[in-house]
T-cell receptor, first 114, second 114 residues
């Protein structure tokens, strides 16, 4: 079956530091890949997605590239801000015709200090 | 803007009570989901529904039931609340089947059972 593995947190950084949160996956077929973000006291919201190999999703300064050869979708940001403090979830969903139930990683907490 | 609304942000209930958690979406989505979120365990799927009056068990359905009488509304029911059901509950919706559409989440209901 499908699975998503994320690096364990918390990840603690100073403002303006470079961020990487690792995500690897196992899936049959050709899944779509997502990053969701959960700010304190809120539900999850989509941050970015990629639907095919070598696609780069980007939003709010965050980027992730769909690497089929390494089955990875690592999240990066060049300069984090205190407002980026949140929990980040990597997820995948099957291609069209497959299951509509996404598979989530366990989440990685990011804490950014001023 | 798309919206998933959960009726309560915080609930406190006593052991043995019947508890209803309500979720409404305004996006005409076919799929709706109930998750619980606990520290260190990530998101765990309780139930999902892919159409009106249709429901399927997720990973942890024991102690829960659901109702979907209208397309926009998906209710989670705790027949007899227990302290181990104290958790954050998240409702989500998505369109179609395996079409790469992301999930849209509500802001969550934090339930405490005493």
């Amino acid at each position: 079956g499908n699975s998503v593995t994320q690096m364990e947190g918390p990840v603690t950084l100073s403002e303006e530091a470079f961020l990487t949160i690792n995500c690897t996956y196992t899936a049959t077929g050709y899944p779509s890949l997502f990053w969701y973000v959960q700010y304190p006291g809120e539900g999850l919201q989509l941050l970015l997605k990629a639907t095919k190999a070598d696609d780069k999703g980007s939003n709010k300064g965050f980027e992730a590239t769909y690497r089929k050869e390494t089955t990875s979708f690592h999240l990066e940001k060049g300069s984090v801000q205190v407002s980026d403090s949140a929990v980040y979830f990597c997820a995948l969903s099957d291609p069209p015709g497959g299951s509509y139930i996404p598979t989530f990683g366990r989440g990685t907490s990011l804490i950014v200090h001023p | 803007d798309v919206k998933v609304t959960q009726s309560s942000r915080y609930l406190v209930k006593r052991t043995g009570e019947k508890v209803f958690l309500e979720c409404v979406q305004d996006m005409d989505h076919e799929n709706m989901f109930w998750y619980r979120q606990d520290p260190g365990l990530g998101l765990r799927l309780i139930y999902f529904s892919y159409d009106v009056k249709m429901k399927e068990k997720g990973d942890i359905p024991e102690g829960y039931s659901v109702s979907r009488e209208k397309k926009e509304r998906f209710s989670l029911i705790l027949e007899s609340a227990s302290t181990n059901q104290t958790s954050m509950y998240l409702c989500a919706s998505s369109s179609g089947q395996g079409d790469n559409s992301p999930l849209h989440f509500g802001n969550g209901t934090r339930l405490t059972v005493t």
